[in-house]
């Protein structure tokens, strides 16, 4: 059973342009929600992060919506680069479980 | 500051044989959690330790095992070793003093490809 989902596999945008990532959750004991990025033979890196009282969180080029009653999240880049061309993972916590989606590979082409 | 190393970087063994993995935390960070990423699952929490003492647990069989030593680095252990168990193996450092995982920012190392034959 997929609590967190990232339903689209892989999203091409072109530079300039806004990439929207999605998430959907199923557990509401989640409170606390992430994005990480992921460049190959690398750990994933932290970008940002929104707690369940929030509906926005923005930091330089991205910017992360919640949704509660949706059960969802997006995580907005604005403006894209090439250097974004990474898996992007959302990720979601209840305090003792942190529990990951499945990725969505982003490829940004000049 | 220095990144959180992992060692080794890649492992083959057989079936049946046991492995240990090691993870070695950014200097002050007393957290560290480790992670399984394979194609099929994604990446799965496994457990996270916190001054030496499990703290949370995630939902896998005991045949894989963590400990965390005094100076914060951390080892992971996986007896019995299953096709299945061939994956990414990651650890993440953070300061763990928020409390709720996930909650501190968390730094990934690079991982341990294992692969199991």
């Known amino acids: 059973d997929q609590q967190v989902k990232q339903n689209s596999p892989s999203l091409s945008v072109q530079e300039g342009r806004i990439s929207i990532l999605n998430c959907d959750y199923t557990n509401s004991m989640f409170d606390y929600f992430l994005w990480y990025k992921k460049y190959p033979a690398e750990g994933p890196t932290f970008l940002i992060s929104?707690?369940?009282?929030?509906d926005k969180n923005e930091d330089g080029r991205f910017t992360v919506f919640l949704n509660k009653s949706a059960k969802h999240l997006s995580l907005h880049i604005v403006p894209s680069q090439p250097g974004d061309s990474a898996v992007y993972f959302c990720?979601?916590?209840?305090?003792?479980?942190?529990?990951f989606g499945k990725g969505t590979m982003l490829l940004v082409s000049p | 500051k220095a990144g959180v190393t992992q060692t080794p970087r890649y492992l083959i063994k057989t079936r049946g044989q046991q492995v240990t993995l090691s993870c070695s935390p950014i200097?002050?960070?007393?957290?560290v959690s480790w992670y399984q990423q394979t194609p099929g699952q994604g990446l799965q929490f496994l457990f996270e330790?916190?001054?030496?003492?499990?703290?949370n647990k995630g939902n896998f069989p005991g045949r894989f095992s963590g400990r965390q030593f005094s100076n914060s680095r951390s080892e992971m252990n996986v007896s019995t070793l299953e096709l299945g168990d061939s994956a990414l193996y990651l650890c993440?450092?953070?300061?763990?003093?928020?409390?709720?995982?996930?909650?501190?920012?968390?730094?990934f190392g690079p991982g341990t490809r294992l692969t199991v034959l």
């Open positions: 330790y916190f001054s030496e003492t499990q703290r």
């Open positions: 200097s002050g960070h007393r957290s």
């Open positions: 993440a450092s953070s300061s763990g003093l928020a409390g709720g995982l996930g909650t501190d920012t968390q730094y």
């Open positions: 929104i707690s369940s009282i929030k």
């Open positions: 990720a979601a916590t209840g305090y003792s479980t942190l529990t």
